[in-house]
């Protein structure tokens, strides 16, 4: 009994000496100011560029010289994650050939920036070695190149715009702003919080599963066919076609306007055999057409829904429509059931109940 008592002693001393270790190692390394590339030692005031452990600092207070951050990885990095704070101007990494990858630590940006609409730019893959949280300046981040790894990954403030492929194996969680476009596709669950925003607004017609590949996005917030509110045109109106197997349904069955919530702006969507389940539908410009299904959530809504310039006069789509109206302009809306949702049922297959 004696041996065992001080083998566990012994372990945890040997625990312990070992976080404090980590914790001694792991610290906010801050980029020095000069342009070099961000793997040399002497891009960073200390000498020592970042490790897997470390947080990788960009002070506007250290770097007075520079209006914009820009730089190149100059070598793949480790890093434990990202901060930027009283920044004056945008940060940018520029393609080089090199990766990023980056731990739990995430990507915070979004600190006390000089300016409201400060962007975040990387023209680089990155890999994620860990579930971590990422948050946006007010300007915006943008992602160039494929994101991968284990995940799951949090957005959690602010607007984000990926344009290549997003493969986590622990899935995404939508609960900023977030723009899936041109050739970005997730792979992964998906879903979306309350508060949060998804939009799919890409530049040719495409199926659902060339957005999300496992077919599945549970709504939470608010889904996007197209760009937001007063935001400016990315994309020319395009097609996206939800197929057989094809899913976007609410997390629950609310009356809150801005809880499993679909707009279709400046798309057009086509229903193939999937199901949409939403508990309101805004219909600001584009279409829906009903292929084959009807709608899921709504009843008797047939055909094609497309708002006519100045006024609603094709928004009409059975007993769950709710009105026409116009603020700065004109939309149509709809509600879901009060309760639940059903199944999706053919045409020439009975009324939905």
Excluded at 157 to 176: C, E, H, K, Q, R
Excluded at 275 to 280: M, R, T
Excluded at 293 to 308: A, E, T, Y
Aim: glycine share 16%; hydrophobic share 40%; net charge positive.
């Amino acid at each position: 009994m004696k041996s065992r008592t001080v083998g566990v002693k012994a372990g945890l001393a040997v625990g312990l000496v070992s976080m404090l270790a980590m914790v001694a190692h792991a610290a906010e390394i801050q980029k020095a100011d000069n342009t070099d590339a961000l793997a040399l030692g002497s891009s960073w005031v200390s000498g020592v560029a970042p490790g897997a452990d470390d947080t990788a600092l960009f002070d506007g207070e250290a770097t007075p010289t520079a209006t914009n951050w820009v730089y190149g990885l100059g070598g793949d990095v480790v890093w434990g994650g990202i901060r930027a704070t009283n920044h004056v101007g945008d940060l940018i990494v520029t393609n080089d050939g090199s990766r990023l990858s980056l731990g739990a630590g995430g990507m915070d940006p979004a600190v006390k920036g000089v300016n409201w609409d400060n962007q975040v730019s990387f023209d680089v893959p990155i890999t994620l070695t860990a579930p971590q949280t990422w948050l946006a300046p007010g300007g915006g981040s943008y992602f160039w190149r494929p994101v991968e790894g284990t995940g799951p990954l949090t957005l959690q403030s602010g607007w984000f715009a990926f344009y290549d492929p997003l493969t986590m194996s622990g899935g995404m969680n939508v609960a900023a702003g977030v723009h899936v476009r041109s050739n970005a596709v997730v792979s992964g669950a998906v879903s979306v919080s309350s508060g949060g925003m998804l939009l799919v607004n890409k530049p040719v017609a495409t199926a659902w599963r060339q957005s999300f590949a496992s077919g599945s996005v549970t709504n939470d917030g608010t889904f996007v066919f197209g760009r937001a509110s007063g935001g400016s045109p990315e994309i020319a109106q395009s097609t996206v076609s939800l197929k057989t197997g094809d899913r976007l349904a609410q997390a629950v069955a609310t009356g809150d306007r801005n809880r499993g919530r679909v707009n279709i702006r400046e798309n057009d969507v086509r229903m193939e055999g999937g199901a949409i389940a939403a508990n309101w539908w805004y219909l600001y410009s584009g279409s829906y057409a009903d292929t084959g299904f009807r709608l899921f959530g709504l009843r008797d809504v047939r055909g094609l829904w497309q708002r006519q310039a100045g006024g609603c006069a094709h928004c009409r789509g059975g007993g769950r429509y709710v009105g026409c109206a116009s603020f700065s302009y004109w939309h149509c809306e709809f509600r879901g059931p009060a309760g639940g949702v059903g199944n999706p049922r053919r045409r020439g297959a009975g009324r939905a109940r």
